[in-house]
């Protein structure tokens, strides 16, 4: 079993709707959660970080994390064609090393 | 500023053959790091260099692969005697590895490997 585990869709939903994602994780030990996101042939760049369990906002994006589940969720408001990409949920305990899930690929259509 | 850049963007060998992909890390970014990318998978931490400090090597698959980071900047990751399974997206990252508790890792665009 991995550690981080990710749907990977794809998820294809109309421009303007809410778009969800999530993910679970076994580890305990992870302190830090992230999603990041992909666009095709290019590296992945971070979105949104957390500590701990609690809600984050950042203008269309909402990432949640609740540690007693392990459970970790990301949503997008009004949801644009350019936010078709693949998104990336990330772990991480007290070190550097990132454990990610396996990518959830995402298509907003016009 | 420039960001991480890693060359070449594209390789493809022949099975048997040895392959050396390169990173440019942010400047002054203390920490590297390697991933592997597989089709349609998330990333798999490979190696990770902190200033002078060790590597950590516990995400590397084989004895097949290597990475060094000369002068504490730019860093080589040596795949020999390639196998069709290291076929892949092998991404490099950077961060400030300061003290702060978060340190954001800023990702390259990818060298995509092929094995034929």
């Known amino acids: 079993q991995k550690e981080v585990e990710q749907d990977p869709g794809p998820l294809s939903v109309p421009e303007g709707a809410i778009v969800s994602l999530n993910c679970t994780y076994s580890?305990?030990?992870?302190?830090?959660f992230m999603w990041y996101r992909q666009y095709s042939r290019k590296g992945p760049e971070l979105l949104m970080y957390t500590y701990s369990s609690g809600n984050k906002e950042d203008g269309r994006f909402t990432a949640q994390v609740d540690k007693s589940s392990k459970y970790i969720s990301l949503f997008i408001r009004d949801s644009q064609p350019s936010d078709s990409a693949t998104y990336l949920c990330a772990t991480k305990a007290a070190g550097n090393k990132l454990t990610f899930g396996g990518g959830t690929r995402v298509l907003v259509k016009p | 500023g420039a960001g991480v850049s890693q060359s070449p963007s594209n390789k493809v060998t022949e099975k048997g053959k040895d392959v050396e992909l390169r990173c440019d890390p942010i400047s002054g970014h203390t920490a590297l790091y390697w991933y592997r990318q597989s089709l349609g998978q998330g990333l798999e931490f490979l190696i990770y260099?902190?200033?002078?400090?060790?590597?950590?090597k516990s995400g590397l698959p084989s004895d097949r692969f290597s990475a060094e980071r000369t002068g504490g900047s730019v860093s080589t990751l040596t795949i020999q005697r390639t196998q069709q399974e290291d076929s892949a997206v092998y991404l490099c990252a950077s961060s400030g590895g300061g003290a702060q508790s978060f340190n954001e890792q800023f990702f390259g665009p990818g060298t995509r490997l092929t094995v034929l």
């Open positions: 260099f902190q200033g002078n400090s060790a590597p950590d």
């Open positions: 580890n305990s030990a992870f302190q830090y």
